[in-house]
């Protein structure tokens, strides 16, 4: 694989989030403040990738920029502090930055005064020490969504358009990057590795860069407000200190399944804890409460418990309709075939032909 290859990959890049990091610097769409955040991220992100081709650059260009040489591999060590301060950001509504966030930036701080300074330091211990640092954070971002998964089950009713499958998405594929890269620079130390591989590797890292640095940047101007997340305070104090008493339970219960015979507010798909809680004038916190201790499930659970009867009566009364099972899932409900159909198809007393053959 050609040099020349890598370097015009790594220059376009490189080019790209440093316009992607100007356009959400400026952005005013939802949280400015993430924005900010996802920004400093693409910039780190294209100064380090400058770093790795600034012989090319200078030799393009013409212009001397060798005191960058050193500085934009520091930069690095931003990658994971920034993309876990931006996962946070994305999860709690109540999120801001905090004195105590400076800690996530310490080392990056040291190794650029010491680059700054021309300080010698180790190439070897320098990496070691990127990929010990940005590695937790990694892991720590695919923890934080998928929490933040789960607990949108107490909330919604449909969660495909809010599960951040998208972010998981582009943190594991930087992780998956970052293995790579760290798989590399093993092999080159303990001389494992030719040159055609080394090559080939590096490559497939910024190729994974470029994609998902792309995919991030649109995804996050697109994300709507509203589905910022649920509040830390929400996580931490669910149902502590709270004054609901069994008597009130009881009652709350018996008017929700009573609204839900009556009405049937399930066959809304958009359905939230929200709007129940409004229509049988309760609080959100203690109808959640009511659902999740009273009959062991969550709002998610709940609500989809009902559109799978609903679904079960129509097939059942209807067994000679024309109706597909992609309707019958519609018209009750749930508005994702692949997570609708697995629970009717778990049903014992099903044996409606359409739904075995699923006619989708």
Request: proline share 2%; charged share 20%; with cysteine.
């Amino acid at each position: 694989m050609s040099i020349i290859l890598i370097d015009s990959l790594a220059v376009v890049t490189a080019v790209l989030l440093l316009i992607f990091s100007a356009f959400a610097y400026t952005s005013k769409k939802g949280s400015v403040l993430r924005h900010k955040i996802l920004a400093s991220f693409l910039l780190a992100n294209a100064l380090y990738i400058i770093d790795f081709c600034l012989p090319v650059i200078i030799n393009v260009t013409g212009i001397n920029l060798s005191w960058f040489n050193g500085i934009g591999t520091s930069f690095g060590f931003l990658f994971g502090p920034l993309l876990y301060l931006y996962t946070k950001s994305i999860t709690q509504k109540d999120f801001s930055l905090k004195t105590i966030h400076l800690i996530h930036v310490s080392l990056f701080v040291i190794i650029f005064i010491a680059s700054v300074a021309k300080l010698s330091i180790s190439e070897n211990y320098l990496y070691a020490a990127l990929y010990l640092q940005t590695t937790p954070y990694m892991i720590a971002c695919i923890k934080i969504i998928l929490n933040y998964r789960q607990t949108l089950k107490n909330y919604f009713s449909s969660i495909d358009k809010l599960n951040l499958t998208w972010l998981l998405y582009v943190v594991g594929a930087f992780f998956v990057m970052w293995m790579i890269d760290f798989t590399n620079f093993i092999m080159i130390n303990l001389e494992l590795t030719n040159h055609d591989l080394r090559i080939s590797l590096v490559f497939l890292s910024l190729i994974i860069n470029f994609v998902f640095a792309i995919l991030i940047f649109f995804k996050a101007l697109q994300h709507p407000e509203i589905f910022a997340g649920t509040t830390e305070t929400e996580k931490q104090q669910k149902y502590e200190q709270s004054r609901l008493t069994e008597e009130e339970k009881v009652e709350y219960l018996q008017k929700l399944r009573e609204y839900f015979k009556e009405e049937k507010p399930y066959l809304n798909p958009e359905l939230t804890i929200t709007e129940v809680a409004h229509k049988l004038n309760v609080s959100v916190k203690y109808l959640s409460q009511v659902i999740n201790e009273s009959l062991g499930k969550n709002f998610y659970d709940f609500i989809n418990s009902y559109r799978v009867e609903e679904a079960k009566h129509q097939l059942i009364k209807k067994s000679d309709s024309r109706k597909t099972v992609l309707e019958v899932l519609y018209d009750s409900g749930f508005n994702s075939n692949l997570h609708s159909i697995l629970p009717l198809k778990s049903t014992p007393d099903l044996h409606r032909p359409s739904l075995e053959n699923n006619h989708l």
